[in-house]
């Protein structure tokens, strides 16, 4: 499955209302209920063929997020990035890295069906860390809060803990999260 994150910056509409919006402008997005059982909110789908399309492999689970919703923090849209070959807006590689490690941090430390989705998480942050720090991406970019920074400096120094082999440590550092934990802890396998 594949799924998109939407993140909308300064909007004065909740998520719920944004799918609608969506859904009533284009027929290939479309709205299915949650599987969390009694959820209030629908999960956005898009499919070129609509709703309803029987090659279900084809459909993107679009996720609309705000500022605020699972700790994602506001930037300023300069940060915004273009440079991109769909040239497509994109939030800093910061960000993204930081949101997707964040997502590793709540997922492990889950007890229902989303921690099976932990492994994914690590294998990704393991490919986008250094990526990050190859691309000169640092803390002192100024680009994201130093609330939100220091909140994910917890999530960074659990997720060093619990991957020593996968060598993160050195990009870490060099995108500028320096206290670190010691990597001699019971380290969790990707497989």
Same mark, same amino acid.
């Given at each position: 499955m594949q799924d998109v994150d939407v993140l909308i910056l300064n909007s004065q509409y909740g998520q719920e209302e944004i799918k609608r919006m969506i859904t009533r402008k284009n027929p290939c997005f479309y709205l299915v209920d949650a599987k969390t059982t009694a959820a209030d909110w629908k999960v956005l789908w898009n499919h070129p063929r609509g709703?309803?399309?029987?090659?279900?492999? /084809?459909?993107?689970k679009i996720d609309i997020l705000l500022p605020g919703i699972m700790e994602l923090p506001s930037f300023n849209p300069y940060w915004i990035n273009y440079h991109n070959s769909l040239k497509l807006p994109t939030a800093?590689?910061?960000? &993204?890295?930081? $949101? =997707?490690? +964040?997502?590793?941090? =709540?997922?492990?430390? %889950? /007890?229902? $069906? *989303?921690?099976? =989705? *932990?492994?994914?998480?690590?294998?990704? &942050?393991?490919?986008? /860390?250094?990526?990050?720090?190859?691309?000169?991406?640092?803390? *002192?970019? #100024? &680009?994201? %809060?130093d609330e939100f920074i220091e909140s994910a400096s917890?999530? &960074? #120094?659990?997720?060093?803990?619990?991957?020593?082999?996968? +060598?993160?440590?050195? $990009?870490?550092?060099?995108?500028?999260?320096? $206290?670190?934990?010691?990597t001699h802890y019971l380290a969790l396998a990707i497989t």
């Open positions: 709703e309803g399309s029987t090659k279900r492999s /084809a459909a993107i800093p590689l910061l960000l &993204v890295l930081l $949101h =997707k490690v +964040r997502g590793w941090s =709540k997922r492990v430390n %889950s /007890a229902d $069906h *989303h921690y099976e =989705k *932990h492994r994914q998480d690590a294998s990704d &942050v393991a490919t986008l /860390a250094p990526l990050a720090s190859q691309m000169g991406v640092t803390i *002192h970019d #100024n &680009v994201l %809060s917890v999530w &960074v #120094n659990d997720f060093i803990a619990a991957y020593p082999n996968l +060598r993160t440590q050195y $990009h870490w550092r060099k995108i500028g999260f320096t $206290h670190m934990p010691e």
